[in-house]
């Protein structure tokens, strides 16, 4: 049995009066917390685009408040009503609900559906599993998008678009270990030795990668591409990919429209294929994980990490809304 009068820490975000969002570290107890049959004590969590909307107050992800986000959550399981877990099994939980309308990581305590957790993998630890967390998952369900789909490292170059985010270091990463070789497009041109060390072979502007893009097509260059930028930056990708050539969408922070002819498709047969990981199954949620502490885990992953605590997450936050991160945000709870 749960003690749901357990106290602990966790950031709220409250609507004033005047339509107004603000965000402080408030005491909580569990039974503060939705219904479900698995409660967690969060060890780390992670910060994501998503995180800082839902923080914000969007509400294209969060309408009910107060609230706590975090799409991420790793830790240890306290009780587990459905005997899914056992007590003190280490479990990862990312997407579905979680951080949306569901109290999420940003607490140390969450409260879930069993069905949404996975057991954390031999070789790997809870922080690096929110060092990679939604970002890491996306990224490998694209990479397996492109290896399904028969683009092997031995087709050619490998095109990651928005490298320096979350989604497009770790793909960067993941893509090189697996032996691809990878071309990182970033607005950030001073970031080139951080994306090398990641296992970038070479780093192209966004400029350089739009040029010529009003035409209905472009020189083809690409084996594959994994894009987590959307509009006028997808559009070029899929001008310039080579025949039979697969590219993985999963981003909107350029834009959610898709200025884009139809001659990619007919005329080369490209194919595009759409990347969630928020409803993703636990079978393969399994199989990323798996991979994940295996043969794709980036060697450089403990350098895309920044960490901080429940108190700092204010300052990561602003950062992220305006572009002012680079890699991996983890959000450590044992400390706060």
Excluded at 167 to 194: D, H, Q
Excluded at 236 to 253: H, N
Aim: hydrophobic share 45%.
């Amino acid at each position: 049995m749960t003690d749901t009068t357990t106290q602990f820490k966790a950031l709220v975000v409250e609507k004033t009066a005047d339509k107004q969002f603000v965000r402080e570290v408030r005491q909580r107890s569990i039974d503060d917390l939705p219904a479900g049959d698995l409660v967690v004590r969060v060890h780390y969590s992670s910060l994501n685009y998503k995180d800082a909307l839902s923080a914000t107050g969007h509400p294209g992800v969060t309408r009910q408040f107060p609230h706590t986000p975090g799409i991420d959550a790793a830790g240890e399981v306290v009780a587990c009503d459905s005997g899914a877990f056992a007590p003190g099994d280490r479990v990862i939980v990312t997407g579905y609900d979680l951080g949306m309308e569901t109290d999420g990581g940003f607490g140390q305590y969450i409260r879930i559906p069993s069905a949404w957790a996975v057991p954390l993998p031999e070789g790997l630890s809870l922080r690096e599993s929110m060092a990679l967390g939604t970002a890491g998952l996306t990224a490998a369900l694209s990479v397996l998008g492109l290896e399904r789909a028969g683009v092997t490292p031995d087709r050619g170059e490998i095109l990651v678009t928005g490298a320096t985010g979350g989604v497009g270091s770790i793909a960067v990463a993941i893509l090189a270990a697996a032996g691809y070789r990878v071309t990182a497009s970033t607005g950030k041109e001073f970031e080139e030795e951080y994306l090398r060390e990641l296992g970038a072979t070479e780093v192209i502007g966004r400029e350089e990668l739009a040029a010529g893009a009003e035409k209905a097509l472009l020189a083809e260059r690409w084996a594959g591409a994994v894009d987590v930028v959307g509009g006028p930056t997808l559009a070029a990708v899929l001008k310039s990919v080579k025949y039979g050539g697969v590219v993985t969408c999963c981003g909107l922070v350029g834009s959610p429209d898709l200025p884009v002819n139809v001659y990619p498709f007919i005329l080369r047969g490209v194919s595009l294929l759409g990347i969630d990981s928020v409803q993703a199954s636990p079978g393969i949620r399994r199989e990323i994980w798996q991979r994940l502490a295996g043969a794709w885990k980036p060697a450089g992953l403990a350098g895309m990490v920044t960490e901080c605590s429940l108190q700092g997450l204010e300052v990561m936050i602003q950062a992220i809304l305006h572009g002012g991160v680079t890699g991996r945000v983890v959000v450590n709870l044992l400390e706060s």
